[in-house]
């Protein structure tokens, strides 16, 4: 296998398995005590399925539901529903967020209104062990959007050259007669609020781009620090050395286009937590 097969094979493995999992860090003192992943996710459709799950697993492969299956947290606050969610960690593992979509759908809205005129905000958990979490708030994101319909599929990241987050979701907005699902970006610290935002990935012509996630590399493998996996009709990868920097396109990065993998225990919406050293300690 040539160097570059190498390289484009070790960036595929590792970001369309982090596509689907976001790979963030627990205190040390709970991987010395219980080594393994936490599964963020929702269930389905419905009041009681769109509400924050948990699931354990020692392998990334076999898992098992907290709570006896039940949600760990329900949302009480705008639609009183929520998918997608991330779990964020702060760079000292301190402190922790939930943030998620405020979205209910076959509970007060259908997909239609969802898509339209859905809800502006995020809706936001704060922790400081992953076990005893604040009451939820919302966090306006799209409001400042001109005719922006709704705020889907949130991620972060911390961004080392601003000593904040980058926070990115989903709007859908019309834009020269062109209605489509555009990645919104702005930076905050706290998730309470966001500094300006801007747009941060369009796809040309009327192709929408929904989700979206961001993961810094293990040193060594391949030629960029992060690689952000996004769907747009497929996953397109990208590569770049700053988060807020220039995005080499496919054509010039080591990036790749492949279709989404997924199993029957793929679940929706997850995120996952991995109790291993961070990719800016190795």
């Given at each position: ?6 390289r ?5 493995l590792?970001?369309?398995?982090l ?16 080594p393994?992943?936490l ?22 492969l076999?898992?098992?539901d ?22 964020v960690r ?11 979509t405020?979205?209910?759908i076959?509970?007060g809205?259908?997909?239609e209104a ?11 958990w ?13 966090l ?7 005719d922006g319909?709704n ?9 080392p050259?601003t000593?904040?987050?980058?926070l ?17 970006s702005?930076r ?11 747009t941060?990935?369009e796809?040309p012509?009327?192709q ?33 050395n ?8 496919a054509s010039t ?7 989404p ?6 679940g929706?919406g ?13």
């Open positions: 296998m040539s160097a570059l097969r190498a484009l094979s070790a960036i595929l590792a970001a369309c398995l596509f689907t999992s976001q790979a963030l860090i627990t205190p040390d003192r709970a991987a010395a005590a219980d393994g992943y599964m963020l996710h929702f269930t389905g459709e419905g009041a009681a399925g769109q509400q924050m799950y948990l699931a354990h697993s020692t392998d990334g076999h898992w098992n907290l709570n006896g299956g039940a949600p760990i947290l329900r949302s009480t606050i705008g639609t009183k529903g929520v998918r997608d969610p991330a779990l702060s760079p000292g593992g301190d402190k922790y967020w939930i943030i998620a405020d979205l209910c076959s509970c809205q259908n997909w969802a898509v339209n005129n859905g809800s502006r905000d995020l809706v936001v704060e922790s400081t062990d992953l076990v005893t979490w604040s009451q939820p708030w919302l306006n994101v799209a409001g400042a959007i001109p319909r705020a889907w599929a949130p991620e972060a990241v911390w961004n050259e000593n904040d987050y980058v990115y979701w989903a709007t859908n907005k019309p834009v020269n007669g062109v209605k489509k699902h555009r990645i919104f702005a905050t610290s706290d998730f309470r609020s966001i500094t300006t935002l801007q941060y990935i796809r012509g009327p929408e781009i929904i989700d979206t996630q961001i993961v810094e590399m293990p040193a060594g493998v391949g030629s960029h620090r992060y690689v952000r996996a996004s769907g747009d009709g497929q996953i397109t990868l990208e590569g770049s700053s988060i807020l920097g220039t995005w080499p396109s990065c080591a990036s790749t286009r492949t279709s993998a997924r199993t029957p225990s793929s929706c997850p995120a996952w937590r991995a109790r291993e050293p961070s990719p800016s300690s190795r």
